[in-house]
């Protein structure tokens, strides 16, 4: 399914057009238009899928492992130290188009780019009880 009020859906099927750095029947991927960093590139769908909840495990795998390749390609290319692979799924998670898509940010020291979160206290048996009922429902 294309959802015509879809930007990334309309880049998908390149009637908005994009810097692409490959594209396959499944997917086309991107720089990001808003880099966060030189090199910051996004992996999008062709088929619409709001988030990863609604990805098939084929497309998803298609993807993943395609992001290794373009990763390595944008090392080599922009010379980075490092790489956030990340994925958001719904607005609280800072989703902000609902079109799947895969980000790849190069990273360098002091960059000023931020991706971390405050870490929470947990008790081992609560971490044992919650991996026992997620593992029931895979």
Same mark, same amino acid.
């Given at each position: 399914? $294309? =959802? /015509? #009020?879809?930007i990334f859906c309309k880049i998908a099927k390149?009637? $908005?057009p994009s810097a692409t750095i *490959?594209?396959?029947?499944? !997917?086309?991927c991107i720089l990001d238009v808003a880099p966060a960093n030189k090199g910051h590139a996004l992996i $999008? @769908? =062709?088929?619409? *899928? #709001?988030?990863? !909840? %609604?990805? /098939?495990?084929e497309t998803a795998a298609k993807? !993943?492992? &395609?992001? @290794?390749?373009?990763? =390595?390609?944008?090392?080599?290319?922009t010379g980075c130290e490092g790489m956030n692979v990340l %994925?958001?799924?719904?607005?609280?998670?800072? %989703? @902000?188009?609902?079109? &799947? +898509?895969? +980000?790849?940010v190069p990273r360098?020291? /002091?960059d000023g780019v931020n991706m971390s979160w405050k870490t929470m206290e947990t008790e081992a048996s609560e971490q044992q009880a919650l991996a026992k009922s997620i593992k029931s429902r895979i």
């Open positions: 399914m $294309i =959802k /015509d #009020d879809c390149g009637e $908005i *490959y594209e396959s029947s499944e !997917f086309r $999008i @769908t =062709k088929e619409h *899928y #709001d988030n990863i !909840f %609604q990805l /098939d495990a993807i !993943f492992s &395609f992001a @290794t390749v373009a990763a =390595k390609a944008i090392k080599e290319e %994925q958001n799924n719904g607005a609280v998670a800072g %989703q @902000t188009v609902n079109h &799947f +898509h895969l +980000h790849l360098n020291t /002091d």
